[in-house]
């Protein structure tokens, strides 16, 4: 079992930057596929980035609307996944969720969310 902690969300002009980071507790986290999933008002949750397994960092993978934008990373000695998100947009608001679990798209378990306003 691993639980998640997200944190550095706030609200920033659009273009700015942000960097979310997830830390998880317990010794596993490097046995844990990780990802990151948004929230918007009155939405369905959504897949942003996602990272695999590997003690080399991980492959990912990046929704559409944050390719080239955000990038996904996790630290396996910190027990820590990162979310970097560049030129952000209004349409980037939402509570921003971190994720662990067996594989991409299945995830165990989840952090309590940090919210990220971007302001026009």
């Known amino acids: 079992q691993v639980q998640l902690v997200e944190s550095g969300g706030g609200l920033v002009q659009a273009g700015g930057s942000l960097r979310l980071s997830c830390a998880a507790s317990g010794r596993t986290f490097s046995r844990y596929n990780m990802a990151w999933f948004r929230q918007a008002p009155g939405k369905e949750r959504e897949f942003v980035a996602a990272i695999t397994i590997t003690w080399n960092g991980g492959s990912t993978r990046y929704a559409d609307s944050v390719k080239g934008r955000f990038t996904i990373s996790r630290d396996n000695a910190k027990n820590t996944l990162n979310l970097q998100m560049n030129s952000l947009k209004p349409e980037d608001t939402a509570v921003y969720y971190c994720?662990?679990?067996?594989?991409?798209?299945?995830?165990?378990?989840w952090g309590q969310g940090t919210q990220v306003t971007v302001s026009s």
């Open positions: 994720a662990a679990g067996p594989a991409y798209p299945s995830y165990d378990y």
